[in-house]
């Protein structure tokens, strides 16, 4: 495989980051001593080369907000339950990408961790599919939107309960007996 090491914004494939305000936030996440991978850039055409970045730390700037470009942050681990308290103890993520051939830790990542959406062996393509809502929890938002989820998420569909006046069983009122309390389990189906 030949890696280009040179940043070739000619070629027309790459996506420019949404703002300059953007991209100069981008930069700044970018550690020289941790490229490991690409990290050129040009803030003018609002354009970043894809970068990984290695020997990355959760305590690393990188680390501390959401990214949202194509920087991705390498953090190497010895230990599954350890790695899990530590993405546990910071605030929810939006997505999370699992890369894995076992099925055990490919399900405790996913038991355990809270997150809004995210793939197995994939990255992003939950968000081509709109028949998969997509939004987050806790800091990173709330709710679900596309398909049929940002239908129901963007309209309120009200409950309404429709009480005929016609009739008013005093079963629910006071005083309580026996007797009522035995009803209700009946038509409630309850032991």
Known sequence: ??????????????VQIVNKRNTERLVKLLDSEKVYLGGDYDIEKRLIQPTILDNIHFEDSIM????????????SYDNLDGAIAKVKGLPKPLSCYVFTKSKSSKNKI????????????????HL??????????GDSGMGSYHGEEGFKAFSHFKSILDKPTWIEPNIKYYPHTPLKLKLLKFFFRLN
Request: glycine letters at 16%; one cysteine or more; hydrophobic letters at 40%.
């Open 64 to 75: 501390e907000e959401e990214i949202f470009g194509p920087i991705l942050p390498i953090i």
């Open 110 to 125: 996913l038991n355990e961790i809270s997150f809004g959406g995210g793939c197995v062996n994939e990255a992003v393509m």
């Open 128 to 137: 081509s599919n709109p028949n998969f809502g997509f939004g987050g929890v």
């Open 1 to 14: 495989m030949n890696i280009v090491t040179v940043f070739d914004t000619k070629n027309g494939n790459y």
